[in-house]
């Protein structure tokens, strides 16, 4: 089984270039999510989606944008990058019930210079 | 809001060691708790979860009981051992009224675990 899938694994960007970062999952969930993971801070929701079609805001959106166009896919978009977004990026998904367990891709490492 | 506060590491311990890192949390409503854990250079995998008060998740010979009077969600094992070396984050899940279920996690404490 695949899970979540995340690429590229490792990336880095020159101040203001842009890039997308692709996740995907197989397990028909309709929850998916976009994390940073920055040292010593724990993970930072970005952007969540709760179908096709939907997303949404979370905590630290600013400088990312995302869509969800199917089931499967929600990739990550840098427009401009600057050094804070320098970071590790994890993508997960779960079903709506709040009971069950999300799942993570294996990250992105992100370095911007 | 909701958020969960756990004890800053590096925690280092030796071999077969008894482990707790304490984990707490503020949140209105009824959450889930979860214990993730995520080993070098890979992504959060679940370790154990409690689903409402007084359950406790076990996994792996690690354990955690939903306390609801002391919001709390420890974690603990008996005896630890060197591939139990990565980082723990404490996390909680929580839904009001129909409104869309995130996962809030606390900082991660990391532990090493030496031979």
């Known amino acids: 089984n695949a899970g979540v899938t995340q690429t590229p694994k490792f990336r880095i960007l020159k101040i203001g270039q842009s890039m997308t970062l692709q996740c995907t999952q197989d397990m028909n969930h309709n929850y998916m999510y976009w994390y940073r993971q920055d040292p010593g801070m724990g993970l930072k929701l970005i952007y969540y989606?709760?179908?096709?079609?939907?997303?949404d805001k979370g905590e630290v959106p600013n400088g990312y944008n995302v869509s969800r166009s199917t089931t499967e896919d929600f990739p990550l978009r840098l427009e401009l990058a600057a050094p804070s977004q320098t970071s590790v990026y994890f993508c997960a998904s779960s079903y709506p019930e709040g009971s069950t367990e999300a799942f993570f891709g294996q990250g992105t490492r992100l370095t911007v210079v | 809001g909701n958020s969960v506060t756990q004890m800053e590491g590096p925690v280092t311990l030796s071999e077969e060691a008894f482990l707790t890192i304490n984990c707490t949390y503020t949140?209105?409503?009824?959450?889930?708790l979860f214990w993730y854990v995520q080993y070098p250079g890979e992504g959060l995998q679940l370790l154990l979860k409690a689903t409402k008060a007084d359950d406790k998740g076990s996994n792996k010979g690690f354990e955690a009981t939903y306390r609801k009077e002391t919001t709390s969600f420890h974690l603990e094992k008996g005896s630890v051992q060197v591939s139990d070396s990565a980082v723990y984050f404490c996390a909680l899940s929580a839904n009001y009224g129909g409104a869309t279920n995130k996962l809030i996690f606390g900082t991660g404490t990391l532990l090493a675990v030496q031979p």
């Open positions: 989606s709760v179908g096709a079609g939907i997303t």
């Open positions: 949140a209105t409503g009824y959450p889930s």
